[in-house]
């Protein structure tokens, strides 16, 4: 069975990566790149302390916490228990594979941090944020979903380093927004 998702899952690499071209291929490096984002995540930060004051520099700390577990979870637990090689370093690929000139990442890609940090965020801030940010709420899962097809088409990561990343961040989201929800009601009602 493993076999065959692994074989599911490179056809379906090489399929995606194989759509690579001269137009997207600087876009899909800089979607990879961290330090793009930073003037969204200061934007971000600025609207939701400007919508939520107090409570949203409660937010943004929060955030933290979501992007460490998540980040956390994918580099540290499951890439040195799992130990499969992105598709950058599986020796049955050399040839095969485009790479953008960020190179070939690590030695192991399951799970991508990448796409485990940006659901993570996205689906925290979702549940989270009210209706005053609803376009920032849908533009997260939309920047989520970039990031992570990036992944696989600068070549460093499979389809289901993706996929199970982004089901990994999107649960650490989603217990951390129930838990920051349920404590700030009880701040309310101690009030």
């Not at 376009?135 to 389809?159: C, D, E, Q, T």
């Amino acid at each position: 069975m493993i076999d065959f998702l692994n074989s599911i899952d490179t056809q379906l690499f090489l399929f995606l990566n194989g759509l690579h071209n001269a137009f997207f291929d600087p876009i899909m490096y800089w979607l990879s790149d961290k330090w793009i984002w930073v003037p969204m995540y200061v934007f971000m930060a600025y609207l939701i302390v400007k919508h939520y004051k107090m409570k949203g520099i409660l937010i943004i700390l929060t955030v933290g916490v979501v992007i460490a577990l998540c980040d956390q979870t994918a580099s540290h637990l499951i890439k040195h228990a799992v130990m499969r090689l992105r598709p950058s370093h599986e020796p049955s690929l050399v040839g095969l594979i485009h790479l953008s000139k960020a190179g070939p990442g690590g030695m192991y890609g399951f799970v991508s941090s990448h796409a485990a940090n940006a659901f993570g965020l996205a689906t925290f801030l979702y549940f989270v944020l009210d209706g005053r940010l609803r376009i920032l709420k849908y533009w997260l899962f939309i920047w989520a979903i970039l990031v992570s097809y990036s992944r696989i088409y600068n070549g460093v990561h499979y389809p289901g380093d993706v996929i199970v990343a982004a089901i990994i961040g999107t649960l650490i989201g989603w217990g951390m927004s129930k838990l920051f929800l349920y404590i700030e009601n009880r701040r309310l009602k101690n009030k």
